[in-house]
Structure formats: C-alpha cells, structure tokens
C-alpha cells in the first residue's frame, strides 16, 4: 500500500494529485522564482482529514509542504522536492460573524477577498488588506504574518488574531478558537505560530477581531522632489490624522512601468522622482486631506479622490507594480525595513549597490512609508541574483534593518537570516521547531537554515 | 566550594542572602497565602550576572524561583522550597525615551510607578495600570501578561510590547530588544515570552510602547441596580466613547467592607446593589459623561469628578478594595472572565456556589467590566479553601470562561489547568517548556502541572 493510496483513501482519489500537468499550477510560485516537484498534491476538506493527512505522512517520514493561495514571495509554500504538497484551499468555510464580539471565524483557506466580503455583509471590515487579497489565503496570512497597505492603521495579521485551530506534524490538534476575553493560562501558541510560516504546525482555522467600517474616506496621490520630501508630508500627514488609513511610496522607475504595461495616463503634467500615496479615513476626510497638501512645503503636485472609482483609479499606480513587474520578468523581490531616519540613505544606496552587483539589470522600488519597509525588486539580474541579493541584505542590516519586514523567510532568505537575527536566536527558534516537529516533516528547508 | 560562594563571587557577598530574616520578605507572597523556603536570595546587577547565576544554579542542578515586585497573586514568586530566588529588582535602568518611535528600554526591576513617571516626564503615559503600581515590575508584568484598569483602552503588557532581552536556563542570552518597526524573520519568541510566568527565560530588559499623554479626564461613580444595569450602562458608554478609559465594577458587600477598613463616606445617599466606575479620555469628558449619565436609565446615583484630587477620591472605592480584603483575613483570590452574556448569571450563581463550599466565608467581587473579568475573593474559607477554589472554577468553566484572566496560573491553579486548557495544549506547552529547559530549573511547580 502506498502513501499516495492512504491519502486517497482519506480526502478521496480526486484530491490527491499525483499527475504532473494537474500538479504544475501547485509547483511553482507565481513570479516563476520558485520551482519543485512535489510527490503529490493533497487537498484535504476538513481538519480531521488534515490530521489524517499528517499521520499518514509522519508513520512513512515524508516532508509535507503547505500551500494556501500560492501568493508568497519566498518560496515558502513551494516544494523543494519530493514533499507532499498539503493545500488548504478548501478548508473555506465562513462562520457567522459574532457582531457583539465583532469577530469571525473562518477556515484557514478562505482568501482575503471573501473574509473581507463576509464582514462587510455584517457590517464590518477586516483591518488587513493588500493587493494579492484575490488569492491569498487567511492560513496563509497568519502564517506569513501578513502586512499590507492598513498597517499603519490596524497593524499586521498578528493584531487581528484572536484565536486558532492547528495541528501539529504528529496529528495532534490544538484549539484556541475563542478564547475568553483575557486569559492568562500559559503560553500563547498562537502567537507563536504566527509568523512561523508553516514550520511548526499546519493552520486550520483561524479566528480574527473585525474593525468598523469606514464609510469615507479620501485618497490623494502626491508628487515629491525625493524620499526625504515624501517623510516631510507623512509626518505633517500624521500630525493632522489620527486616523491615517495608508501611506504609500513608489518612485518614476515603477511609474513609467505600471503605466508602460498597464497603458495609464500620467498623474501629472510634470514628473517627479518619488510619489506618495495618502488615505484618510474619518470625518470629512476629502477637506481635511486638501488642508493638508495646501499648507506642506513638500507637495510638488497632488490629486485627490474620494469616490470609489477615483480611489480605485489612484490606487491602481502603486498596486500595479507586483504584476507589472512579473511582466517584465523574473525579478529578484526583497523586502526590507530600516528605522525611518536610515529610509533616505538606503534609497540613495540601492541604484549603485544594485548595479555593482548586477551591472545591467533594472532596479524598481515601492513599498510602505509609514514603517520605512521597502520592496525592492531588481529585474535582469539573472546569474548575478544571489549577489544582488547579498549586496543589499547586508546593505540593509548595515543600516539596523530587517532582511524580510512581512514576506518571510521561505526558502529565498535562508542563508541570510543571520543578517537579522543572532546565532543564539536562530538555535532558539531550532529548539522550539525540534520540539513541535521533531522530525522536521513540516515545511522542511524553510525559514531556519540548515544547521 | 558551594554554590552560595560561587554566587557571591558573581554578585558580591551582600546581594547573596542567606540570612532567614533577610530572605523572609521574599518568601512570602504580600497576601500571606503562599510561603516557602528559598536556599538563599540572589540580587544581580545586570543581565551579564544573570547569565552567570544561572549557569551556576544549572551547573549544580539547582531550580530558581524568580521574581519581581512580589506582586502576584498566584504564587508564581514565591519558592515551593531549595529553590535560589532570583530577585530582579536591582536591574533598574531607565534608558531616554525614544521620543521618535515613542518607545523606551527599562531593566526588568523598574517600578510600574517609575516607568509611568519616566514615560510622563517625556510627555508620553504608559498604557498599563493598575493599584500595585508602586512596587510590580516591568519584568514581572510581561511575564504574567498583566492586565490592569486600562485593558479598555490600550490592551494588556502584551499589547504594549516591543521588544525583549531575556535570559535561558542555560545562560544563553535571547535580545530583540530594538527590532525594525516590521520584521518577519522567525518566530515572535518575545509573545511567547509573555506571559509564561518565568518558566520559559528569565527576563531583563523591556522595550515597551509609549501612548499619548491625556490631559483631559473624567470619572464618574455610578451606583445601578445590579450587574445587569452595569451593563446596559456599559453598552451605553461603548456606543458613547471612543476613548473609553476605564470601566470597572463593585458590589455593596466590597464596598461595605473598603468604607469600614479605610473609615470613607459613602458615596450616595442611597445603597446600591453595584458600583460602575467609568473613565472617559479626549474632548470635554466631563460634558460627555455627564450627557451619558442623565440619558441612561440603568443609572440610580451619579457623582463624576474632572480634578485630579476628585478622580482619585472616586477611584479609592476601587482601588482599596484589594488591600481591605487583605486587611480583614487571608482571601482566596480567583481571577475569572466569562462571556459577557454569561457574566449575570455567574454573578448570580456566585453566592450560593461559593457558601455550598465553604459555609461561614465572605465573599468580595470586583472587576473589570469591560472584558466580564471579575476577581472573586473568598475570606474565612479556612480549609475549605481548595473547595471554594475548586466550585468557582468549574462554574466559570461550565460558563465557557478563563480560570485565569489577569493573574496567571502560578503555584495556586496548576491542578485547575484542563479546565481553561485542553490536554493537547498542556502537552504542547511542556513540549516548549522542555525545548527551552530542559533540566526543568526555571520556576518549577508554576504554571504546568505535574506531568
């Protein structure tokens, strides 16, 4: 008998995969940098077919990979070689929103698009947003410890977390579903398990707090002369708003390719070397962003827009640049952050760090403002990408930054996880995974490095 | 050479106490309720002779009590006998405040109190409070989760926490103490930290987050008919406010009992069965709250006060509670949280339970309203106090609630574990306990049960 007849015999024959054509889509990432073979692909329905699952693979000793939406940008959800693929996709079931405790609990393969539906619907909103919200998966947003563009008003998935389902590499289950509104008996494994990126249990169910919704809110898109100008209006920005709903930054490289690719008009008449984007939630917020860009020195010039449509129309320059990007090629993504008073010199580091490690190759930069975390993505680097790589991680954590701010580690950023974390930390993080997993079945080969 | 020689030579002889009288005020909880032997007390300076007391205790075996303020109330402290008592008081350093970031560094032994005043004297408030303020650590209020009388408003010290420097069994130093403002590169290990009673690490240094300072307050002291009417009134006030600072209840026998002890006036012509007291933050509270008070029906009498003297004389109803009911007898304290739907009947059914178990005991609740999280004590419960113990908590747990919502498990609900945590969570977190210390030296006998 073999695993693959076990495994059928739990989730059924037409969700394990083992034909290569069904498995190619589960194989590789969706930029195309992170490619394996999986010795099967499993789809279990429900949490007792994930343990089952799990069982049958630890009693043969065979590494599970798991995959939510497939939108990671490290390679952690893709199989190294030979693992089982276990995807949650359809672990989908939404619960009743609880509108007294305004929480919800949803499977762990919804995608972020249907939680934030499913709120909506109740007259709420989910406090984590970002633009891949189409595919990613909950499970997968709390095991990447997801950001996004409303951390600057809602933090990142680990605030939004009240409680969780998984289940361990051994089958066992743990449940802390609902947890009662303070309790302070023992160790938040939840916490743990956020951010842990599928190395320490497989997340099943997922429990989240729910934010009210904002019914206005305004969105300006704003030219700078450089970075230092787009800090100057995100300080007077968050003077004025208690309630600032993002803060984005994207320079004319990314510009001129979103709208290369995406055929969209000039914001402007003129161009400028850096743009911000601002939203405001609130009262009055379209008044209140015009006062603001009025009286801040920085603005070289601004559009603003508080209809759905023209919100959408602004947004569309900065959410653009992931896929825009990917058309252009197979690019290089790291995403780092430094304490905001390093953010200018790191801009005016990256061109000629990049170039010294890749000469020919096209550096495009973007990311959140309000936290100095930048995504920097360098296409055409080809051989050279482990060099570019290296050159601006170390570049980073020469500055007191991290090497990965919200994708992770995955398999990408392995070899460099020293740059940001100390050798006695990492030999931690190696006793607490030998303890839930101690036959490093799941995710092997992601996050901690080979010792 | 004994191991109290080696520890002298770490931390020099006078911090090195063998003496019983001057080790007795360690040994003993300030409640009276739980007392042990220490092998001796040690006072380390910084965390360089933290690491070298514990490689010393480990070298010989020998477990270690550590502890803070001696604050608790669980006996998480306190030693069970031969432990060396680690006291933490000496590591306190009060670094600058980051006024950018708005966060500050502090050793473990600084004072809630001198945090509060440090973080004030910048123009910044600590977001955590609560009536040991005057002697709880910052260490100790990470290592228990602590709650306090601004949950409400700004969350519990895992909500305030930025960073963590802490210390293993083994003498291995864990710092992430400054961590980028998002930083996705491993496992959170200072959550997990939080929380676990000292069973995990040792803590030395915090870095905490800093609120804005509120210049503008208003309490009011609202006498209602039962718990019932607290919680209309709350609703009331949710929907009101939001910057709800505080919201807290008492009951007439508290109330009897703290007037008595404390020789104060009573509040209100008339008598009511249940006290709210509401603190309301931010733009004219004093108008806002007195809107709320004339527009509800649940309220029976009202007194509100904006000044500083006038706060602090409404808020002593509240506060004195805990040391009134130390003054009249040793209590048994249990610390729950239910489902707000449920918290009138657990009020209801509180009485009854309690006199069934221990029949001539006095009973004193008080609590946090706005999470359904009450501190029941019990006086004169003699030998029947491990019944008392035992009813409430499994009548909190037929509700769905926390046997532990603030204080921890200690040494005092170890045996009353499974009923907030399932055998699959105990097993998972013993995993991590012997992931981390394995020799089972760190707070033995506190938080897990025997296995």
């Not at 929480?103 to 499913?118: M, P």
């Not at 289950?173 to 842990?196: F, H, M």
């Not at 490690?357 to 959140?368: D, E, M, T």
């Amino acid at each position: 008998v073999t695993l693959e007849h076990d495994l059928a015999a739990i989730v059924g024959g037409q969700h394990v995969l083992v034909d290569p054509d069904l498995r190619a889509s589960y194989e590789v990432d969706w930029s195309g940098r992170f490619k394996g073979t999986a010795r099967c692909v499993v789809r279990p329905a429900d949490t007792q077919q994930v343990v089952s699952v799990l069982r049958a693979c630890a009693a043969d000793g065979v590494p599970v990979t798991v995959q939510g939406g497939n939108t990671g940008l490290v390679g952690g959800g893709v199989p190294a070689g030979g693992e089982v693929l276990l995807s949650l996709v359809r672990l989908d079931q939404l619960e009743p929103v609880d509108a007294v405790a305004a929480q919800v609990s949803v499977g762990a393969g919804v995608r972020l698009e249907a939680l934030q539906r499913h709120a909506k619907a109740a007259g709420f909103d989910f406090g984590v947003d970002l633009a891949a919200r189409s595919a990613a998966t909950v499970g997968g947003l709390v095991a990447t410890n997801a950001g996004g563009i409303r951390v600057v008003r809602y933090g990142s998935m680990r605030a939004q977390l009240v409680g969780l389902e998984a289940v361990l590499a051994d089958g066992t289950v743990l449940s802390r579903l609902a947890p009662p509104a303070k309790d302070n008996t023992g160790y938040d494994w939840p916490q743990l398990l956020c951010g842990s990126e599928g190395t320490l249990a497989v997340i099943t169910k997922v429990r989240v707090r729910l934010v009210e919704p904002s019914t206005e809110r305004a969105v300006a898109l704003v030219g700078v002369a450089d970075t230092a100008a787009a800090l100057a209006l995100l300080a007077q920005a968050r003077r004025r708003f208690t309630t600032l709903g993002a803060a984005e930054i994207f320079y004319a490289d990314g510009l001129s390719l979103v709208r290369s690719v995406n055929a969209l008009p000039a914001p402007f008449d003129d161009s400028f070397a850096a743009y911000v984007i601002l939203e405001a939630f609130g009262n009055k917020p379209t008044d209140e962003i015009l006062d603001l860009l009025s009286e801040c020195d920085a603005v070289g010039d601004a559009t603003v827009a508080s209809d759905p449509v023209g919100r959408t129309r602004l947004w569309a320059y900065r959410e653009s640049h992931t896929e825009a990007i990917n058309t252009a090629g197979v690019p290089v993504k790291l995403d780092v952050c430094v304490p905001m008073g390093s953010l200018v010199a790191l801009v005016d580091q990256l061109p000629s760090t990049v170039t010294d490690a890749a000469p020919s190759s096209r550096l495009i930069v973007f990311g959140h403002l309000n936290e100095g975390n930048l995504h920097v993505n360098v296409l055409g680097a080809g051989e050279r990408a482990e060099a570019v790589t290296d050159a601006v991680l170390k570049l980073v954590a020469s500055h007191g930054g991290s090497i990965s701010s919200e994708h992770g580690v995955g398999r990408a950023k392995t070899q460099w996880l020293t740059l940001s974390r100390s050798a006695e930390e990492i030999e931690t993080m190696r006793r607490l995974k030998n303890a839930l997993d101690p036959q490093n079945l799941l995710n092997p080969n992601v996050l901690l490095p080979p010792p």
